[in-house]
């Protein structure tokens, strides 16, 4: 167990609609990051928020948005949605601003179906 | 313009020999490499790190050699074992940004 949850674990959706994503860091980090895996696909870093603000920006489309709350959990908005959003996202979550030496905690993922 | 690959999508060993996963990156500026090991319905777990400074990090029966003048990263399990059975995936960095992944090569280490 690495301390990051996500939820909810499945979702199926249909095309055109609007999800959102929930993710809570482990106890104490501060920086939370998502991607997204497609079927044969490595991981894609889609954006890191640390404490709040917005870290660093990946591949995310801009019918994905994401925020950082005050209790530092984080949610991943996708809208219009897409036969090929259809993926599992990851959330991690690390204690500094970047990397630095310290690895990530990946969630156990969410994994989207859109129909 | 995948700047992380791993070629081999699946690897088969014998339980007790070495396994040797190998990852090639394209970015000679990366300053710190990462591997780690996703099991099925998990997210991915942290396994082993190395810096650009370094060319070789051990941690128990993972061994992690980064070659910079070929721009490669190979992961050493040595002896392998049935519970190392996972998709492995490296990863990179450059100056603490975020990490870009390669596409994951799937172990399969059988008795």
């Known amino acids: 167990d690495s301390g990051v949850t996500q939820t909810p674990k499945h979702l199926i959706t249909a095309t055109g609609q609007r999800v959102t994503l929930r993710c809570s860091p482990r106890s104490g980090d501060l920086s939370v990051y998502w991607y997204q895996q497609s079927l044969d696909q490595g991981l894609q870093f889609l954006i890191q928020?640390?404490?709040?603000?917005?870290?660093a920006k990946g591949n995310i489309l801009e019918r994905f948005s994401a925020q950082q709350f005050p209790d530092l959990h984080s949610e991943l908005n996708l809208s219009s949605l897409e036969l090929g959003d259809s993926a599992l996202y990851f959330c991690?979550?690390?204690?500094?601003?970047?990397?630095?030496?310290?690895?990530?905690?990946f969630g156990p993922g969410t994994r989207l179906t859109v129909t | 313009d995948q700047q992380v690959k791993q070629n081999s999508p699946s690897l088969s060993v014998q339980e007790g020999r070495i396994s040797i996963l190998n990852c090639d990156y394209t970015?000679?500026?990366?300053?710190?490499f990462l591997w780690y090991k996703k099991y099925p319905a998990e997210g991915p777990t942290f396994l082993i790190s190395i810096s650009s400074i370094k060319d070789k990090n051990e941690d128990g029966r993972f061994t992690v050699f980064l070659n910079k003048s070929a721009k490669h990263l190979s992961l050493h399990i040595v002896p392998s074992q049935p519970g190392d059975s996972a998709v492995y995936f490296c990863?990179?960095?450059?100056?603490?940004?975020?990490?870009?992944f390669g596409t994951g090569t799937r172990l399969q280490v059988f008795p």
């Open positions: 990863a990179a960095s450059l100056l603490a940004d975020k990490l870009i």
């Open positions: 970015n000679s500026m990366f300053d710190y």
């Open positions: 991690a979550s690390s204690a500094g601003e970047g990397l630095a030496g310290a690895e990530q905690y």
């Open positions: 928020y640390y404490n709040g603000e917005e870290r």
